[in-house]
């Protein structure tokens, strides 16, 4: 007889267990298994919080799929496609290489990922808590942060880098602000510019008490326990918001701090949406002994499927105890079908819950009892202990273990030198990125949103707004190109995402390449070619100029995104004039359109298009311009409005209501203003030589 082609994808608690009962069940002639893992590891994730606090060493909670799998083969690829009508998988071979596989059984148990993209700023300024990777960095970004503490001069700083956020109080949110905590409070004694008392951990939770999963006196005993440790607790208070700075909450307060840990917020595997099964909130529904809903050969486990309980008739929750009782129990029912024997639902009664609150200290709910304390921890670690696979990670942990007891926590930082990295950044309404004077460390490409620049022209003096940068601008080069503090203050004007570029790999791009080097040195004096510096009297000029005075009129109507191509070349004929104005459904500024614009589009029509029936008037001014809001606002001075026009080379401005409100008020124009700033020139050469004379 011919072995069965047995295809499992992911490599978590449901797949190992499948493919170790299956393997137990059957013989390599009877079965042949594949198991496709991303990674060629097993993340054992109860112990990921014990990895960010240094209480046990990194490799200690990952096990290797091959070692523990020794019959069956492991296979680090990628599946990105399951086609469950023809019965094979896709995945990600050799160099990229799709390649096809069939299967006689396929077993989908890719688990759930991390989506920090739920609070806006989290996935540039957060840490995710779901794969060893993310454990790892927030491990060194924490011993990272104590070093930053010990060198920083200006105490506010000082406390910045020593104030921890964790979002979320469930679970992974509790065992990792109990880890953090521990990790940095106990090792103050080691350094000299800073105590217990400098250190904040805060853990922000929407509902009314952390740990919702536990009962009333537990959840109550690690509230007061976490407290008494340091821990401050924020309940019933909503993240909306993460930025450089800190974490926004709903009711208007800024939380500083230099780490964020997001918790919160799972997402279905990019491979599910990728199959064509029934599926209830982004889970694969199942039968009740596991195959997925309508198919005979294919199943679903763990935390992707939506598996009911034959114990409680309730859907199973997505904990690794219920995944490891699932693989086993899928497998024993394959078996069962193999030899025609009828299958069983999947039961299982839970057998409780643990959860470590840091400070050699958890709470435990074990077969109805419930246990709290020390004794709590000593049965947490007993008991994943035992779970561990390989007695060679057993052996690895509980020395670990106990040498954390004995001995202090590892503070040894290997160095993930964020001046060689391309990083993206996040910015709220009114932050400040960097300010006047400080080092320069970063290169910064506005990706979306609007920045200003504020410089203050003698010391201690209120800076002003020069100017407004948006997408597409640059800046920081000048700063890294002449290795000087910065000259200016960036302020985020609206929501902000910035690309940006670490010191050490702008200085070894530009210092490679010299043609990168000189565009950015000839867009730096493009940039700072301002009118004042060549002609100081237009600067005072400009300052007493109101820009009401200079504002140009909005035409009678405006042109809106959805109108077409062929409608706004009509209005730009037709209307007092060629500077059109796009606003969005709710009135609001969208972008702009002017004959330099349509000359471009027209140009890229001709080159891309391949139809001979001319200028497709028709099509909508959304697909040949995309939303760009560069404007000044009815507070901003001439002078301002006058750098903005300047700095990015163009003709003529929308003006806007203010910064909160997008609603445009009319234009300003480069020729009017330089005409003014002749006129009033003029005007003072007469004065002084009435005066002369
Ligand atoms: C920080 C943290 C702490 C936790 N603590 C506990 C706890 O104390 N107790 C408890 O019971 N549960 C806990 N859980 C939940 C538990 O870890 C999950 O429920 C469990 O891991 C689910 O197992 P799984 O096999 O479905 O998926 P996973 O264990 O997540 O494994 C899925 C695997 O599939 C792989 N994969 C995904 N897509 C593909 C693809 N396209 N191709 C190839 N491979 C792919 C992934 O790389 C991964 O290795 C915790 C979870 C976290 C994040």
């Not at 109990?178 to 922000?204: A, H």
């Not at 079908?337 to 840091?358: D, E, H, N, Y």
């Amino acid at each position: 007889m011919q072995a069965i082609k047995v295809v499992i994808v992911g490599g978590g608690f449901a797949a190992v267990q499948f493919a170790k009962t299956l393997r137990n069940k059957l013989s390599t002639s009877e079965c042949e298994i594949l198991l496709f893992n991303r990674e060629n590891h097993m993340v054992f994730h109860p112990l990921l919080a014990d990895v960010a606090g240094a209480s046990i060493n990194l490799d200690a909670a990952v096990a290797p799929l091959r070692q523990m799998l020794p019959a069956v083969e492991c296979r680090t690829e990628r599946v990105v496609r399951v086609d469950v009508a023809a019965a094979e998988i896709v995945f990600e071979g050799e160099n990229g290489a799709l390649t096809h596989l069939r299967y006689d059984h396929v077993v989908i148990a890719c688990g759930a990922e991390s989506n920090l993209g739920i609070i806006p700023g989290m996935t540039e300024h957060a840490f995710a808590f779901k794969v060893m990777r993310d454990a790892i960095e927030l491990r060194q970004h924490i011993v990272g942060q104590m070093e930053q503490a010990e060198a920083a001069i200006d105490p506010e700083r000082r406390r910045w880098h020593l104030s921890f956020i964790v979002v979320g109080a469930g679970f992974s949110g509790v065992e990792a602000a109990g880890e953090i905590n521990e990790l940095v409070r106990s090792s103050t004694r080691f350094y000299r510019n800073f105590r217990k008392e400098d250190v904040m951990v805060t853990m922000v939770h929407s509902q009314d008490q952390i740990l919702p999963e536990v009962a009333p006196p537990l959840r109550e005993f690690a509230r007061k326990k976490m407290e008494k440790a340091g821990v401050t607790i924020l309940l019933s208070s909503r993240a909306v918001a993460a930025t450089q700075e800190g974490v926004e909450l709903k009711d208007g307060r800024t939380l500083r701090g230099g780490t964020i840990v997001c918790t919160i917020g799972t997402t279905i595997s990019p491979l599910i949406h990728t199959l064509n099964v029934p599926k209830e909130k982004g889970r694969i529904r199942t039968t009740p002994e596991m195959r997925i809903e309508g198919q005979a050969n294919a199943w679903a486990l763990g935390d992707c499927a939506l598996i009911t309980n034959a114990f409680d008739n309730k859907p199973s929750p997505t904990t690794a105890q219920f995944a490891q009782r699932q693989g086993r129990q899928a497998a024993l029912n394959l078996v069962r079908i193999l030899r025609g024997q009828p299958t069983q639902p999947f039961r299982f009664k839970a057998l409780g819950q643990l959860c470590s609150i840091g400070g050699y200290s958890a709470v435990a709910e074990v077969f109805g009892l419930h246990v709290s304390g020390f004794l709590a921890w000593f049965l947490w670690r007993s008991v994943y202990l035992f779970k561990l696979p390989t007695l060679s990670r057993k052996i690895k942990v509980a020395l670990d273990w106990g040498w954390d007891v004995l001995f202090p926590r590892d503070l040894s930082f290997l160095n993930t030198d964020t001046a060689r990295q391309i990083t993206h950044a996040y910015y709220r309404p009114g932050d400040f990125i960097h300010r006047q004077g400080e080092l320069a460390r970063v290169f910064s490409v506005i990706e979306e949103g609007e920045v200003e620049l504020l410089q203050a022209t003698e010391q201690n003096s209120e800076p002003k707004i020069v100017t407004v940068l948006a997408k597409g601008d640059f800046f920081g080069a000048s700063a890294l190109l002449g290795n000087r503090p910065y000259e200016t203050t960036i302020r985020a004007r609206t929501l902000v995402r910035l690309a940006q570029v670490g010191s050490d790999l702008f200085s070894e791009i530009t210092g490679s390449f010299a043609a990168i080097r000189d565009l950015l040195t000839k867009a730096v004096v493009d940039q700072a070619g301002d009118l004042w510096r060549r002609l100081p009297l237009a600067k005072t000029i400009l300052e007493d100029v109101p820009l009401a005075s200079i504002l140009e009129p909005l035409p009678p109507q405006l042109l809106h995104k959805e109108n077409t191509l062929g409608e706004a070349i009509k209005a730009m004929n037709e209307g007092p004039t060629s500077d059109l104005i796009i606003a969005d459904e709710n009135q609001l500024l969208w972008g702009t359109l002017d004959r330099d614009d349509l000359y471009r589009i027209i140009a890229r029509i001709a080159v891309t298009s391949t139809a001979k029936s001319g200028l497709p008037i028709q099509h909508k001014l959304v697909e040949f311009l995309s939303m760009s809001r560069l404007s000044v606002t009815l507070d901003d001075s001439t002078l301002v409005a006058t750098a903005t026009l300047m700095d990015h080379g163009v003709s003529w401005l929308p003006v806007v209501r203010s910064k909160e409100d997008l609603r445009p008020v009319g234009s300003i124009r480069g020729d009017k203003i330089t005409y003014r700033i002749i006129q009033k020139i003029a005007q003072t050469e007469v004065k002084h030589a009435q005066a002369a004379n």
